[in-house]
């Protein structure tokens, strides 16, 4: 079965700090990838999404994502992180064929301490 | 743009009892899903909607979950009986669908569901 996995359930990080969250997926022939945030209260919002080129994609708010296809990965990054960036992270799917659905991994939370 | 509608945006019903959500879509948008997010976990596809027909449904409980879109526009997601599990968040998503391509889905401020 397609699924995804997001390996840190929480992460704690001070101001200022590099945060990366890991994201592998199954196989399923062609995938595209994507990165949703849920602040709190609020609704998923798309970060950035990966269907094909260049593998390192830039989203919103100095987030980014590395495509690794060998490594079957898609992890997200940001160099330095804010307050603000307190919030749930999700990685999904979109398996070709599979009718545009989205199959999302268990979600990492993120609080950032001043 | 307005984005994803949904109601209620929450509710409390006692187990047994039933309950209805509302979507209303992304103009334009022939693709609606709903979804559950249980706390902890992320969001399941219940059900997935191509302009009024069903794309796919294999993970809705259909003894107790029903879900319609009968003009093809809004959608309604209903629960009967209700049962403890049931708590969670139900996510109201839409997308444009073009064959062969992925698009991006938009989700609602979801509906929260507490049943006691």
């Known amino acids: 079965a397609q699924s995804v996995s997001q390996h840190n359930h929480h992460v704690i990080l001070s101001e200022a700090a590099s945060l990366e969250l890991g994201c592998n997926y199954s196989?399923?022939?062609?995938?595209?990838l994507f990165w949703y945030v849920q602040y709190p209260g609020q609704h998923l919002q798309l970060l950035l999404k990966?269907?094909?080129?260049?593998?390192l994609v830039k989203g919103i708010k100095g987030f980014e994502a590395e495509f690794i296809k060998s490594k079957f990965s898609f992890n997200l990054r940001k160099p330095s992180v804010q307050w603000s960036d307190t919030a749930e992270y999700f990685c999904?799917?979109?398996?070709?064929?599979?009718?545009?659905?989205?199959?999302f991994g268990t979600g990492t939370q993120l609080k950032v301490e001043l | 743009e307005a984005g994803v509608a949904q109601s209620p945006r929450y509710k409390i019903i006692e187990k047994r009892q039933s309950v209805a959500f509302w979507c209303n879509p992304i103009?334009?948008?022939?693709?609606l899903y709903w979804y559950q997010q249980i706390l902890g976990q992320g969001p399941k596809l219940l059900i997935q909607?191509?302009?009024?027909?069903?794309?796919?449904d294999s993970q809705l409980p259909k003894d107790r979950f029903s879900a319609e879109r009968l003009k093809g526009v809004d959608s309604t997601l209903k629960i009967q009986p209700a049962k403890l599990e049931d708590s969670a968040v139900y996510l109201c998503?839409?997308?444009?669908?073009?064959?062969?391509?992925?698009?991006?889905?938009?989700f609602g401020e979801g509906s929260w569901l507490t049943v006691v």
């Open positions: 998503a839409s997308s444009f669908f073009t064959i062969g391509s992925g698009n991006t889905i938009y």
């Open positions: 196989y399923g022939g062609t995938v595209n």
């Open positions: 990966y269907f094909s080129g260049d593998p």
């Open positions: 999904a799917a979109q398996y070709k064929g599979g009718g545009n659905k989205l199959t």
């Open positions: 103009s334009g948008h022939a693709t």
């Open positions: 909607f191509q302009n009024n027909g069903v794309v796919d």
